[in-house]
């Protein structure tokens, strides 16, 4: 199970290749951040060591001019910039990018649960019926073992591993956000308004989130759980689904 655990001080084990993309950044960032705090500390310890009124009790006043010194000071902090902007430019993008996805997943937004869709398998026969269902908390005293408290659900999402799947998402109310760490997604959910993102799940698992936009009152008990399975596993779960709904 991908969720958080307690006193956790780093990132989950992404599961795709836009989060893995992020925790790369993220320590190519920190690399940058760690050897300008290491000079700049340098330097001021130097500077209190050097210029104080022991050793210098009667200071000197110089008007000088160094030109070389200035375009240096200049160009570094300009190319570390854009040592950093580069790759986290193409990982904007790749965020938004859709690639011809398998299966398309509608995500919708409630005060305080989450409705999903599934209408990639209706056919011309005007019965057929979408899979659709909600998917709330769990209360507290209806956990089994093993299950996580204010993060297990009653409905989970179910996609296939190693496929593209597209997630459109909304809201029916007020603002929400559709988030999952492992997963490396975080998307809002805008009444009257359609989102999308893409996900291509490297490993079958089970990957928890919450609503990440605070929704109300009852914004902490709305959680996120979808479930990566095997294709031959997706098949069989999407035709019980159809099962059921035809048999109504």
């Known amino acids: 199970m991908d969720a958080p655990r307690p006193w956790a001080m780093g990132f989950q084990d992404p599961a795709t290749p836009i989060m893995q993309g992020i925790i790369d950044l993220h320590h190519d960032i920190f690399f940058?951040?760690?050897?300008?705090?290491?000079?700049?500390?340098?330097?001021?310890?130097?500077?209190?060591?050097?210029?104080?009124?022991?050793?210098?009790?009667?200071?000197?006043?110089?008007?000088?001019?160094?030109?070389?010194?200035?375009?240096?000071?200049?160009?570094?902090?300009?190319?570390?910039?854009?040592?950093?902007?580069?790759?986290?430019?193409?990982?904007?993008?790749?965020?938004?990018?859709?690639?011809d996805p398998a299966v398309t997943i509608k995500v919708i937004g409630h005060q305080w649960y989450w409705s999903y869709e599934y209408s990639d398998y209706l056919s011309d026969n005007p019965q057929d019926s979408s899979i659709l269902f909600d998917s709330?908390?769990?209360?507290?005293?209806?956990?089994?073992?093993?299950?996580?408290?204010?993060?297990?659900?009653?409905?989970?999402?179910v996609i296939p591993a190693k496929t593209h799947v597209r997630f459109i998402i909304t809201a029916a109310d007020v603002l929400h956000s559709w988030a999952i760490p492992s997963l490396g997604v975080k998307c809002d959910a805008i009444p009257g308004r359609l989102n999308q993102t893409s996900l291509f799940v490297q490993r079958e698992g089970i990957y928890y989130g919450q609503c990440s936009e605070i929704c109300g009152i009852n914004h902490a008990f709305m959680?996120?759980?979808?479930?990566?399975?095997?294709?031959?596993?997706?098949?069989?779960?999407?035709s019980q689904k159809l099962f059921k709904i035809n048999k109504r």
Do not use: Q
């Not at 709330?136 to 093993?146: K, N």
């Not at 299950?147 to 999402?157: A, K, S, T, W």
């Open 136 to 157: 709330y908390m769990v209360p507290e005293d209806e956990l089994e073992l093993g299950d996580l408290r204010l993060l297990e659900v009653d409905n989970r999402v």
């Open 32 to 99: 940058f951040l760690t050897a300008v705090t290491f000079f700049v500390m340098w330097m001021l310890a130097r500077i209190l060591f050097h210029f104080n009124e022991k050793k210098n009790p009667i200071p000197n006043y110089y008007l000088v001019h160094g030109s070389t010194l200035e375009i240096v000071w200049t160009l570094i902090p300009s190319f570390i910039l854009m040592l950093i902007a580069l790759p986290s430019f193409a990982l904007l993008y790749s965020t938004d990018e859709i690639v």
């Open 223 to 238: 959680p996120i759980v979808v479930e990566a399975v095997s294709v031959e596993d997706y098949i069989s779960w999407v």
